[in-house]
């Protein structure tokens, strides 16, 4: 059959406008199931100056504004797809709900929170990354190590009207309230834990080279943030090498880059696992013996009606995760007996499981009116599995 020249390039186009279209298509599609939305958050600002240096030049406020925005063009250049989401582009103050809310309003998935530390001696320097919980170091004292600087951070507090009210009665200087803050559970600790390790390696090396690791410590600004959330204390403003790296320009940006490359690494993650995740199969009909990394409390786990044994896949509610284990009959679980998976860095602490996964879509409504964060997962061999 021969086709004439005008009919040729009519079909040329059209095939031409057909693959542009997939090109477009797919990509989008691609970027809405993966990591959209990250907020970092310049810590201080306003009124609220953060950490000076001894000679009162310098402010946290200024070195953080300074790294969050480059930063974030960093983000938004290597990263076209993502929306990045700054609690504050300018010398104001934010108050710590506020930062959390505006993560949350964004539905980001990620939240990273920038700050400088200080001591009264010159001598420490480097930097650390913090998430919300207590210390999982067995026998580390959180007042004996870290608490000057989750005191330093969470007073800013007091520069806001009626605070007591907005924070549910905390109050920095009581050492009770430390206490509260220690018991608060993170349902995406595991991740958050992730990016804080990712952060810490990539800042590794760099223009501060002193790696003071990873912590696990009760700071405001992490609390209500509805997502992995972690803070980066950059260096210390109170030593001198510190001071020296955060006035040069250049290497404020060359620590920007190398949280650039941090939110890459873990984003790169996050699209893999969603696009494994995406895809929920029917239960499996099969029975099979829990895994070992399983540990079941007995009241809730779904069991195979003829072999009596608990299913190869399971589902269930996620409430919250920890770097201990805490009893089954534990007040946290208010009155739920929950599955708990042993992960290796984290328990993971299930309730409302069953064989189906329309039971634990029918209970998560009920589950969320106590655990706001609570998500479906599904359990399978040593695997827990968020399902989107």
Same mark, same amino acid.
């Given at each position: 059959?021969?086709?004439?020249? +005008? ?12 693959? !542009? ?51 974030? *063009?960093?983000?938004?250049? *290597? ?68 608490? +000057?600087?989750?005191?330093?951070? +969470? ?34 600790? *595991? ?5 804080? *390790? ?129 009893? !089954? ?22 309730? !409302? ?36």
């Amino acid at each position: 059959m021969r086709i004439d020249k +005008n009919n040729y390039f009519f079909l040329k186009r059209t095939i031409y406008l057909l693959l !542009a279209a997939i090109l477009l298509v797919l990509p989008a599609h691609a970027q809405d199931i993966g990591l959209t939305t990250i907020v970092i958050d310049p810590g201080h600002g306003g009124k609220d100056p953060g950490t000076v240096s001894r000679d009162g030049k310098y402010y946290e406020k200024t070195f953080t504004l300074d790294i969050s925005r480059r930063l974030a *063009e960093k983000i938004k250049a *290597e990263c076209p797809g993502v929306k990045v989401v700054l609690t504050r582009d300018s010398d104001k103050t934010v108050a710590l709900n506020d930062r959390a809310a505006i993560a949350n309003k964004a539905d980001a998935q990620l939240f990273m929170s920038i700050h400088i530390n200080a001591v009264p001696s010159t001598g420490p320097s480097g930097f650390s990354v913090h998430v919300l919980g207590k210390s999982s170091q067995k026998d580390r004292d959180l007042f004996a190590y870290n608490m +000057n600087v989750c005191k330093r951070e +969470n007073s800013v507090i007091l520069l806001e009207d009626d605070y007591s009210t907005k924070y549910q009665g905390y109050d920095p200087d009581d050492p009770e309230s430390f206490i509260f803050m220690q018991l608060m559970q993170n349902s995406h600790l *595991e991740q958050s834990l992730e990016f804080a *390790e990712i952060i810490s390696k990539s800042l590794d090396g760099g223009p501060i080279s002193a790696n003071r690791g990873v912590w696990q410590d009760p700071f405001l600004v992490l609390w209500k943030t509805a997502m992995p959330a972690v803070l980066v204390e950059i260096g210390f403003i109170s030593n001198t090498t510190d001071l020296g790296v955060l006035k040069n320009e250049e290497n404020r940006d060359k620590l920007a880059a190398r949280l650039c490359t941090a939110f890459k690494k873990y984003k790169d993650g996050y699209d893999r696992s969603v696009m494994l995740d995406v895809e929920v199969e029917a239960p499996a009909q099969d029975g099979g013996v829990a895994p070992a990394a399983v540990k079941d409390s007995g009241k809730e786990a779904a069991k195979d009606t003829v072999s009596g044994k608990a299913p190869a896949v399971r589902y269930g509610v996620q409430i919250f995760a920890g770097s201990k284990r805490l009893d !089954a009959k534990d007040k946290a679980f208010m009155g739920y007996t929950p599955l708990i998976v042993d992960s290796g860095k984290v328990y993971k602490y299930i309730v !409302a499981v069953s064989s189906d996964l329309e039971s634990a879509n029918n209970e998560l409504p009920i589950i969320r009116k106590k655990y706001s964060d609570a998500f479906i997962v599904r359990v399978e061999g040593e695997k827990v599995i968020r399902v989107k």
